[in-house]
């Protein structure tokens, strides 16, 4: 079973790290495609904020796109390469506030703005990271004599 999809995976893990910890579904695989994982904040934040905390999370510099000037309540979120314009409409569908995800292409944008949605999108690899510290944590518990090493990379995406 892929990361993305564990209830301890990428998406989850990083509901949590933003302070998301209301997961209302965890991301999932429907008909060969990803389906955004959904959370929800207990207050709302401005979107502002939210850009703030994604790039200090993830520790770089993300892209934000807004596209309305609702507060944030409910997030949309597809770690990785989350560019499919179905999967934003998934997330409009599950009335998200906000979509995030680690790579887009031109539509992604355009199709966002059509829809109304902010987008933040950071890059593949550090979206998904928490996913694989998680994955660590759990082997490690298994295995307490493990010593875990991150290896830090340059961000080149």
Known sequence: MPLDYAEFGTCTSLFNALGINSVI??????????????????????????????????????????????????VGIITGAGNSTQSLRDAHYS????????????????????IKMNLIVGSHTFTEIFGVRSL????????????????????FE
Do not use: M
């Open 25 to 74: 579904q965890q991301s999932i695989e429907i008909e060969g495609r990803s389906q955004p994982g959904i959370g929800e904040f207990q207050i709302p934040i401005s979107f502002q904020e939210l850009s703030e905390r994604v790039s200090e999370v993830l520790s770089e510099n993300v892209k934000s796109w807004k596209n309305s000037d609702k507060r944030i309540k409910r």
């Open 95 to 114: 009335e998200c506030d906000v979509y995030i995800t680690g790579e887009k292409i031109l539509y992604t944008v355009q199709y966002a703005k059509f």
């Open 136 to 155: 660590s944590e759990k082997i490690k518990e298994q295995y307490d004599y493990l010593e875990l090493i991150e290896l830090v990379e340059d961000h």
